[in-house]
């Protein structure tokens, strides 16, 4: 699990039927000072209801699957699974 700032939405016209209906956001990942760590990528959220500017935490790769309004997994790159109220590096 990792720390990113979303800074878009993906519009999509067209795209596979499994993802209708699921939100696309352009995030990027920071490190534990918030600086940007990285590429931008695109991430699902499962609420749709982050917005630009929040820090989020996601996963990436074989964590990172979608679960649709059916029930069914469906396999994203990132996926959003949180949003970060505060955080506390030790020793600051």
Known sequence: MDMARII??????RKTPSLDGVTLLVIQPVDE???PK???L???DS?????????????ASG???????DGK???VDAG???IVDTAHLAGS
């Open 42 to 44: 695109i991430a699902s």
């Open 33 to 35: 000072r918030l600086q």
């Open 63 to 69: 964590d990172a699957v979608y679960t649709g309004p």
């Open 80 to 82: 959003i699974i949180g």
């Open 8 to 13: 878009g939405t993906v519009v999509a016209t």
């Open 47 to 59: 609420s749709g209801r982050r917005g630009t500017g929040e820090i989020v935490y996601y996963v």
């Open 73 to 75: 997994d469906i396999p």
């Open 38 to 40: 990285g590429e931008p």
